[in-house]
């Protein structure tokens, strides 16, 4: 998808530099520029005069755009620290559950032994004979 969009930038950049170009070759007779409450008066060459309002509004209509955007980009930083907040929790939390699962499953293979270790003794008990009863001595 970049691929295109930097294609597509091109084809609208070109025209426009071209137009420009264009502009400027053919608009190079100079204008007189006054601002009212100033008291001087500047000669310049129109596609200067003219081109350079573009350049001025597009400029300080970045800045607007930029200056209305900061909440948007004052919310994306606190999610953005919450969601650190977040994951390092989830991260704390499984590692609790590995370490109590791993617990668990000692616990329960040291059951499993206890449970085989009795079983095994009970039926080493039940397998040996008896022995004979030694009468008592009166």
Same mark, same amino acid.
């Given at each position: 998808?970049?691929?295109?969009?930097?294609?597509?930038?091109?084809?609208i950049?070109?025209?426009i530099?071209?137009?420009?170009?264009?502009?400027?070759?053919?608009?190079?007779?100079?204008?007189?520029?006054?601002?009212?409450?100033?008291?001087?008066?500047?000669?310049?060459?129109?596609?200067?005069?003219?081109?350079?309002?573009?350049v001025?509004?597009?400029?300080?209509?970045?800045?607007?755009?930029?200056?209305?955007?900061?909440?948007?980009?004052?919310?994306?930083?606190?999610?953005?620290?919450?969601?650190?907040?977040?994951? @390092? *929790?989830?991260?704390?939390? #499984?590692?609790?559950? /590995?370490?109590?699962?791993? !617990? &668990? %499953? +000692? @616990? *329960?293979?040291?059951?499993? #032994?206890?449970?085989? /270790?009795?079983?095994?003794? !009970? &039926? %080493? +008990?039940? *397998?040996?004979?008896?022995?004979?009863?030694?009468? /008592?001595?009166?």
């Amino acid at each position: 998808m970049p691929k295109i969009l930097r294609y597509l930038s091109w084809i609208i950049t070109i025209p426009i530099a071209a137009l420009a170009i264009s502009f400027a070759v053919s608009n190079r007779d100079s204008v007189v520029l006054t601002i009212w409450p100033l008291p001087f008066s500047i000669a310049v060459p129109l596609y200067l005069a003219v081109l350079g309002t573009f350049v001025l509004g597009f400029l300080v209509g970045g800045v607007v755009a930029w200056a209305n955007q900061h909440r948007y980009r004052r919310d994306a930083r606190r999610h953005a620290e919450r969601l650190r907040e977040l994951s @390092a *929790e989830v991260k704390r939390y #499984r590692e609790r559950d /590995a370490r109590v699962r791993e !617990e &668990a %499953a +000692r @616990a *329960e293979e040291a059951a499993r #032994r206890h449970a085989a /270790a009795t079983a095994s003794a !009970e &039926a %080493a +008990r039940l *397998e040996r004979p008896a022995e004979p009863a030694v009468p /008592a001595i009166r």
